[in-house]
T-cell receptor, first 115, second 111 residues
Framework: EPEVTQTPSHQVTQMGQEVILRCVPI?????FYWYRQILGQKVEFLVS????????KSEIFDDQFSVERPDGSNFTLKIRSTKLEDSAMYFC?????????????FGPGTRLTVT | RKEVEQDPGPFNVPEGATVAFNCTYS??????FFWYRQDCRKEPKLLMS???SGNEDGRFTAQLNRASQYISLLIRDSKLSDSATYLC????????????FGTGTRLKVLA
């Protein structure tokens, strides 16, 4: 069964450093998403991406964040200068299309720890 | 009012019991509704989409009540493996398909 994959599974970084989280969406899916979940809190939407551009972003997704699809398979989330409050689980998701009937499938997540 | 609201639980039930969760949403024009399951520190996994007519998948039944703005999940004959957090997910009105998650309802099925 096709699945979304993410690397690394755990990333530890120092405050102020840049990190890149990587995702390989399901191969025939066209819509890609990043969500985050701070420990003990709900899953929150960050950004959606379609046709090589951002289709929507949340208030959390400020200038420190960027996304890119550098090739035909990878989808990346970059945090330019990490803060302590960026510590969270980051989930990538993909869907075939965007619409009422199209479910999103989530990767296993990257746990980001900022020290 | 929160966009998506769930009772956090935990719901502790014996094996074989029937348990039901509700979830309310604030935007009456919300488009799509889902139940996801999340095990500790793992990704959300799709359990089922929720349709206006209601739908059933084995031991799981989901219902949507648009008039009262809530969705429900019924689990029959609970198994130990059903122990998890159940996430209610809603998508906003047209033009966006981002997911809005509830905080989740924790279920513990006891032997």
């Amino acid at each position: 069964e096709p699945e979304v994959t993410q690397t690394p599974s755990h990333q530890v970084t120092q405050m102020g450093q840049e990190v890149i989280l990587r995702c390989v969406p399901i191969s025939n899916h066209l819509y890609f998403y990043w969500y985050r979940q701070i420990l003990g809190q709900k899953v929150e939407f960050l950004v959606s991406f379609y046709n090589n551009e951002i289709s929507e972003k949340s208030e959390i997704f400020d200038d420190q964040f960027s996304v890119e699809r550098p090739d035909g398979s990878n989808f990346t989330l970059k945090i330019r200068s990490t803060k302590l409050e960026d510590s969270a689980m980051y989930f990538c998701a993909s869907s075939l299309l965007a619409g009422v009937a199209y479910e999103q499938y989530f990767g296993p997540g990257t746990r980001l720890t900022v020290t | 009012r929160k966009e998506v609201e769930q009772d956090p639980g935990p719901f502790n039930v014996p094996e074989g019991a029937t348990v039901a969760f509700n979830c309310t949403y604030s935007n009456s024009a919300s488009q799509s509704f889902f139940w996801y399951r999340q095990d500790c520190r793992k990704e959300p996994k799709l359990l089922m989409s929720v349709y206006s007519s209601g739908n059933e998948d084995g031991r799981f039944t989901a219902q949507l009540n648009r008039a009262s703005q809530y969705i429900s999940l019924l689990i029959r004959d609970s198994k130990l493996s059903d122990s998890a957090t159940y996430l209610c997910v809603v998508t906003p009105p047209s033009g966006t398909y981002k997911y809005i998650f509830g905080t989740g309802t924790r279920l513990k099925v006891l032997a």
